[in-house]
C-alpha cells in the first residue's frame, strides 16, 4: 500500500512564501508523476503543479511566476514552492502521486489528506 503524507501548510501574510512537502512510501512502487491540487472554499479541485519522473513540469496560468514544483525521485517527494502568495491561494492543498504499482503492473491515482494554507493580513 502506497501512502502520501503532505507537511508544511500554515498562515501567511500576503507577499509572504511556503514550501509544501509530500512524501510518498510503500514498497514495490515507482513514481510516474506527482502533483498539487488545491481546493478553496466552494469551488472545485483544480490542478496547480505537477512533474513527471523525467522532470518536465507544469504550472497553472495562476500560479506561474510565482509557484516553482520539484522533485527528489530518490525520496519519492514532491516539493511545491509558493511565494508572493495571496489571499485568493487560501485552500487546502492536497498532493496526488500517478503510481506504477509493481505486484500488478498497473498504475493508480493516490491522494495525500491535505495540507491547508491560509494567506491573509
Do not use: H
Not at 510503500?26 to 502533483?35: A, E, H, I, L
Not at 491540487?37 to 505537477?50: D, F, K, V
Amino acid at each position: 500500500q502506497v501512502q502520501l503524507v503532505e507537511s508544511g501548510g500554515g498562515s501567511v501574510e500576503p507577499g509572504g512564501s511556503l514550501k509544501l512537502s509530500c512524501s510518498a512510501s510503500g514498497s514495490g512502487f515507482s513514481v510516474n508523476r506527482m502533483g498539487w491540487y488545491r481546493q478553496a472554499p466552494g469551488r472545485e479541485r483544480e490542478l496547480i503543479a505537477q512533474i513527471s519522473s523525467a522532470a518536465t513540469t507544469m504550472l497553472a496560468d495562476s500560479v506561474k511566476g510565482r509557484f516553482t514544483i520539484s522533485r527528489d525521485s530518490a525520496e519519492n517527494t514532491v516539493y511545491l514552492t509558493m511565494n508572493s502568495l495571496k489571499p485568493e491561494d487560501t485552500a487546502v492543498y492536497f498532493c496526488y502521486g500517478d503510481i506504477f504499482i509493481r505486484t500488478r503492473l498497473s498504475s493508480e491515482i493516490f491522494w495525500g489528506k491535505g495540507t491547508p494554507v491560509t494567506v491573509s493580513s
